[in-house]
Each structure stands twice: as C-alpha cells, then as structure tokens.
C-alpha cells in the first residue's frame, strides 16, 4: 500500500508542475514581452509555442494516471473485502 501512496504523490506533483508550465507557456504565448523579460530572454513567443504545444501529451498520460490510480485501488480494496468473508457463513436473525 505505500507504494501506491508513493505513486500517487509522485503523479499529482508532477501533474501540478506540467500544468503550471503549460499555463506560463500560454501566458508566454499571449504574453511574450513580460515572459520574455522575466526569463531574461529564455522563454521566447516560438519557444513558449513550442513546449506549450507538446506538453498536452505529457498531461494527458498523467491525467489518465491520475485518474486510474484510485479507481484501480478502489476495486482491488472492494476484491479484497469480498474474499475475507468466507464463502457460506450466513447470519441467521433470529425473532
């Protein structure tokens, strides 16, 4: 289980940082003289295009992880919750 703890921390930050870059490429699109200052000439307008253009994919995949994650768990918790009980006890309510 910690190991998934771990794989989700690691998916939502990187997750956290992809958007976080892909809205200051935008902003460098639309933006590109202040972006441009504040990079000190790094970020360019093509640049900004460039990466802002290509990070949809890395987003996709972990957004796909990111959603995944907990419902493959769910569903491995639900499978594991059913074969504690042992097959053929039943409770019988007595009135």
């Known amino acids: 289980m910690k190991s998934w703890r771990l794989t989700r921390k690691i998916v939502r930050w990187l997750l956290f ?8 490429t935008g902003y460098g699109i639309t933006e590109f003289r202040t972006v441009e200052s504040i990079t000190f000439g790094l970020l360019t307008k093509p640049l900004s ?13 972990l957004l796909a992880v990111h959603v ?6 769910r ?5 594991r919750n059913r074969m504690e009980v042992p097959p053929g006890r039943v409770i019988k309510v007595v009135k």
Request: proline share 6%.
């Open 17 to 24: 940082v992809v958007i976080l870059m892909y809205v200051f």
């Open 49 to 61: 295009f460039v990466i802002h253009h290509y990070l949809i994919y890395p987003m996709a995949g």
């Open 68 to 73: 995944a994650v907990p419902i493959i768990l």
């Open 75 to 79: 569903l491995v918790n639900r499978n």
